[in-house]
């Protein structure tokens, strides 16, 4: 059964900081990860989606890299600004067609 | 419309009650795809509709729920005999094909508590 984790779970850091996220998942048979931003009572917003072919994505400030021998992908936000703080999710996507989320990382960027 | 639209955005309810919440997809996308997150926990999967019909069902708690999809279009969640535990957002999301490889837009939700 397929298990995604995210570490840490909460972190704060002062803006202009660049900051790495940690997404681990335990079977390597996946089609594409993808990272979310979650704003508080909010829906999800997709940030960027990695094939399991490819090694990273980058959107502006953003990049996101996918190993998926040792199950691992970091999402890297660079310069942070408070306008990042929001809830962080990773997702994997197997042969059963389903997103499998970890818990998130919440983020908080202090002016 | 532009994206996935939900309602309503709040329902509040009296346990034992029946609710409904709409989920309208991307036009033109043929997956639509249901989740449930509770407080502090990441998303669950609850259903899945190619179409018409329900692909996988698999994650739906039990019986007191149940998801139509008649037209291939709108979706509806249906919930029974609601129960406190049944509290939690309803996220819905849709992608274009519903290929393993293609990316799911999510709506903004539905917060349902049940007092």
């Known amino acids: 059964k397929q298990e995604v984790t995210q570490i840490p779970a909460a972190l704060s850091v002062p803006e202009g900081e660049n900051l790495v996220l940690n997404c681990s998942f335990t079977?390597?048979?996946?089609?594409?990860l993808q990272w979310f931003r979650q704003d508080p009572g909010k829906g999800l917003t997709s940030l960027l989606l990695i094939q399991s072919s490819q090694r990273e994505q980058t959107s502006g400030r953003l990049n996101a890299s996918l190993d998926k021998s040792s199950g691992r992908s970091t999402l890297y936000i660079a310069a942070s600004q408070p306008g990042d703080s929001a809830t962080y999710l990773c997702?994997?996507?197997?042969?059963?067609?389903?997103?499998?989320f970890g818990t998130g990382t919440l983020l908080a960027v202090q002016p | 419309g532009a994206g996935v639209s939900q309602t309503p955005s709040n329902k509040v309810t009296e346990k034992g009650k029946y609710v409904e919440l709409r989920c309208d997809p991307i036009?033109?996308?043929?997956?639509l795809y249901w989740y449930r997150q509770s407080l502090g926990q990441g998303p669950e999967f609850l259903i899945y509709?190619?179409?018409?019909?329900?692909?996988?069902d698999s994650g739906l708690p039990n019986d007191r729920f149940f998801a139509v999809r008649p037209e291939g279009s709108v979706s509806t969640l249906k919930i029974q005999r609601t129960e406190r535990g049944d509290s939690a957002v309803y996220l819905c999301?849709?992608?274009?094909?519903?290929?393993?490889?293609?990316?799911?837009?999510f709506g903004p939700g539905t917060r349902l508590t049940v007092l």
């Open positions: 079977d390597s048979a996946i089609y594409n």
């Open positions: 999301a849709s992608s274009s094909n519903g290929g393993m490889r293609d990316e799911q837009f």
């Open positions: 997702a994997v996507i197997g042969a059963t067609n389903k997103l499998i």
């Open positions: 036009s033109g996308h043929t997956a």
């Open positions: 509709f190619q179409g018409t019909g329900a692909a996988d």
